[in-house]
Nanobody, 118 residues
Framework: QVQLVESGGGLVQPGGSLRLSCAASGSIFSTDVMGWYRQGPGKQRELVAYINSGGSTNYADSVKGRFTISRDNAKNAMYLQMNVLKPEDTAVYYC????????????WGQGTQVTVSS
């Protein structure tokens, strides 16, 4: 139905930047809510940011002012611009699509590793 693939992760020094991309096979609906989650070593998955159909966004307190989420429905894609990266941002980052039409349903990517270290 919907397959999500993350890209753009890698190794970066503290204070650096990365741009993550999420590409979908199959159409992303304009009504879908899209978000980024992450899971650090030995930690549970947590919400990083989300963006709804109207463009409203929400960010975890830990990333406010540093990360920016965006979406391009025409390209079936979503992005996460990460600036001023910190070691505590190290995690596997996952793309998520929540589809509420015809009943709630979630789609997940396999994740991309982000490592922030000097």
């Amino acid at each position: 139905q919907v397959q999500l693939v993350e890209s753009g992760g890698g190794l970066v020094q503290p204070g650096g930047s990365l741009r993550l991309s999420c590409a979908a096979s199959g159409s992303i609906f304009s009504t879908d809510v899209m978000g980024w989650y992450r899971q650090g070593p030995g930690k549970q998955r947590e919400l990083v940011a989300y963006i709804n159909s109207g463009g409203s966004t929400n960010y975890a307190d830990s990333v406010k002012g540093r990360f920016t989420i965006s979406r391009d429905n025409a390209k079936n894609a979503m992005y996460l611009q990460m600036n001023v990266l910190k070691p505590e941002d190290t995690a596997v980052y996952y793309c998520n699509v929540h589809r509420w039409e015809l009943g709630p349903r979630d789609y997940w990517g396999q994740g991309t590793q982000v490592t922030v270290s000097s």
